[in-house]
């Protein structure tokens, strides 16, 4: 059988490299190959130290390798991701340069315990919040379990009420839906089971939007978080 034809009137798929963890840049020096290559955003580390940042399970900030790379990227206006960072790299980042950022799967730490969590720095304090929306930036909540709730059982799932918090925080937080979209992280290595207790699939994403709307949020609003603020943020045309 031949393959299904696709309509002359839909837009071509489109795909753009976001790098999570810079390490495989051998230098600084080298991020123009990168950059020529389609990476369009990239975030310094993954969790532990990296060549270039502390991760979230360290106290570190920049390295001077890490310091030059985030000069290298804002000179070919690659996007920096404040995903992973620990709190210092990621203060110290954001002392480097106005130029506006992104969280591309992360969510709100003060809805997340202590520092008794483990993951507790993997996310977003109130003040980097804000200083993301304020730069124009935005945050893409993350749906892995234990970033949505904390403590939780072992085999608990915490629910999309439970994520809606998260994003209705950093809309209280900013004063506007612009900031908060879908982040996800379904790719990150998860099952299902990792996941709120509606969702499983792609096609459960809905089971967000449903929320929010129940709480209030307008169809504007919720065209905000499903599509409008990254297609805004990288300039893509509905």
């Given at each position: 059988?031949?393959p ?11 795909v753009a490299?976001l790098?999570?963890?810079?390490d495989p840049?051998?230098s600084?020096?080298?991020a123009?190959?990168?950059a020529?290559a389609?990476?369009v955003?990239?975030?310094l580390t993954?969790?532990?130290q990296?060549?270039y ?7 570190t ?7 030059d ?9 690659v ?7 620990s ?8 002392s ?5 950022v992104i969280?591309?799967?992360c969510?709100c730490?003060?809805?997340l315990?202590d520092?008794?969590n483990?993951d507790?720095q993997r ?9 993301i929306?304020?730069?124009?930036g ?5 749906l892995v ?5 904390y403590?939780?059982e072992?085999?608990d799932r ?9 994003i209705d925080?950093?809309r209280?937080?900013t004063g506007?839906?612009?900031t908060?979209a ?6 990150g290595?998860i099952?299902?089971?990792?996941l709120?207790?509606?969702i499983?699939?792609?096609?459960d ?9 129940r709480?209030g ?6 065209a ?5 603020n990254w297609?805004r943020f ?5």
């Open positions: 059988h031949s299904p034809t696709r309509p002359t009137d839909t837009p071509p798929l489109r490299i790098m999570e963890c810079a840049i051998a600084p020096e080298d123009r190959t990168w020529e389609g990476v955003a990239v975030g993954w969790r532990t990296g060549r940042a502390g991760g979230d399970t360290c106290d900030g920049l390295t001077h390798a890490g310091r790379l985030v000069r290298a990227l804002i000179d070919l206006a996007v920096l991701d404040v995903s992973h960072l709190q210092r790299a990621c203060d110290e980042l954001l480097l340069t106005d130029d506006t969280a591309s799967h969510n730490r003060a809805l315990g520092r008794a483990p507790w996310h977003l304090d109130d003040d980097t919040i804000r200083e929306a304020r730069r124009g935005v945050i893409g909540v993350n379990r234990n970033f949505i709730r403590p939780l072992r085999t915490p629910t999309v009420a439970e994520l809606c918090d998260h925080h950093i209280s937080l506007s839906t612009r908060v879908l982040g996800s992280d379904m790719d290595g099952t299902a089971d990792d709120p207790a509606e499983r699939k792609p096609a994403l809905p089971a967000i939007c449903d929320e929010l709307a709480r949020w307008t169809e504007e609003e919720l905000d978080f499903r599509w409008n297609a990288w300039n893509i045309d509905a």
